[in-house]
Nanobody
Framework: QVQLVESGGGLVEAGGSLRLSCAVS????????MGWYRQGPGKQRELVAT???????VSGDSVKGRFTISRDNAKNTVTLQMNSLKPEDTAEYFC???????????????WGQGTQVTVSS
């Protein structure tokens, strides 16, 4: 069983910073991509940022220049540093990983439970 445990959400004023972390544990054989998605009130889940094992990053347009994603491949952790936060960044943030549990199983997506980020104006 694969588990993703997120930490670091909370309440912050506009212009402030938060740091989200996620640790992947359990029976996972290999991981390709890790990252974060978010879902605001009344909105669809959207990409925040993902990072591959070799460091390739894909970010949503709304967070470019403000959010930084990084990962530790040895520890299977991914971190999202969020700066210059805006009220529109308010959302539930979900950790994501794409991996396989054995060498012969196909890649699949795994999700964390989510952590709330609230930015006050």
């Amino acid at each position: 069983q694969v588990q993703l445990v997120e930490s670091g959400g909370g309440l912050v004023e506009a212009g402030g910073s938060l740091r989200l972390s996620c640790a992947v544990s359990g029976s996972i054989f290999s991981i390709s991509a890790m990252g974060w998605y978010r879902q605001g009130p009344g909105k669809q889940r959207e990409l925040v940022a993902t990072i591959t094992t070799d460091g390739r990053i894909v970010s949503g347009d709304s967070v470019k220049g403000r959010f930084t994603i990084s990962r530790d491949n040895a520890k299977n952790t991914v971190t999202l540093q969020m700066n210059s936060l805006k009220p529109e960044d308010t959302a539930e943030y979900f950790c994501y990983t794409r991996g396989r549990i054995t060498s012969w199983r196909p890649l699949r997506d795994y999700w964390g439970q989510g952590t709330q980020v609230t930015v006050s104006s």
